[in-house]
């Protein structure tokens, strides 16, 4: 089964003890996190992609601003438009609850390909009083090896060019700085440019990318992918 490769795979010092689901789509596990157990649970409900959001700060909804928290008329439909596509196996999305309460969240968003490449964008929040207990390191591991799995050519990211926390996290898990690049918020960014110029903020972030295969062209993809965001929205 692919979630029981997915698990095996993971770092030693994640201990599974429950694991459901033979695909990535339906992953439920239990999993010790320094001493703390938590339950990963693939994205079914938009109500817990609501309360997860509830429990980010202004400053933490501003560094994970993938989605529009405090707009529940857009939240909403882009909640939904993530779980049909996980459904649909384009996109891949996870909670991690502690007990009931949804503590984190984590997605690959545009798992079709483009361009022959096929290099989904990751993306991973924390409610504030979850961060700093390895919960971030545990989502960041959880995806790049579920990626890997998928024979995915690589994984991009942006972080805020002032988060050097996210940005050593990815540096040690192997992802290379590639840039900078003006990016659209509160949008799924695997959207065509058409889309994304109509985005009403953005702001300029460190481009990051975990390469497995075909290097030379997903980084000429990358770059020309910057070249046309930095003229976008400059």
């Not at 990318?209 to 070249?227: D, G, M, Q, S, W």
């Amino acid at each position: 089964m692919e979630t029981e490769v997915l698990t095996q795979n993971l770092p030693e010092k994640y201990k599974v003890s429950y694991l459901s689901g033979s695909s990535l789509w339906e992953l439920s596990l239990k999993v010790n996190i320094d001493s703390q157990e938590y339950r990963v649970k693939y994205l079914q409900k938009e109500k817990d992609l609501i309360d997860f959001g509830k429990g980010l700060s202004e400053r933490s909804k501003d560094m994970f601003c993938s989605y529009p928290w405090d707009n529940p008329d857009k939240a909403i439909p882009a909640f939904r438009e993530l779980i049909n596509h996980h459904k649909e196996k384009r996109d891949l999305a996870y909670l991690i609850y502690k007990d009931l309460d949804p503590i984190g969240f984590c997605f690959l968003w545009g798992l079709n390909g483009r361009d022959e490449l096929r290099m989904p964008e990751f993306g991973v929040g924390i409610i504030d009083s979850y961060q700093g207990k390895g919960i971030g390191g545990f989502m960041v591991d959880l995806l790049t090896e579920a990626a890997n799995l998928m024979e995915v050519d690589a994984v991009e990211l942006t972080t805020d060019l002032t988060n050097d926390i996210a940005k050593h996290l990815y540096e040690s898990r192997g992802y290379e700085l590639l840039g900078t690049i003006k990016n659209p918020l509160e949008i799924d960014q695997t959207k065509d440019l058409s889309e994304l110029k109509n985005a009403a903020k953005f702001r300029e972030e460190y481009h990051m990318a975990r390469i497995f295969r075909n290097r030379e062209n997903v980084l000429t993809y990358l770059k020309h992918k910057r070249e046309q965001q930095n003229k976008l929205f400059s």
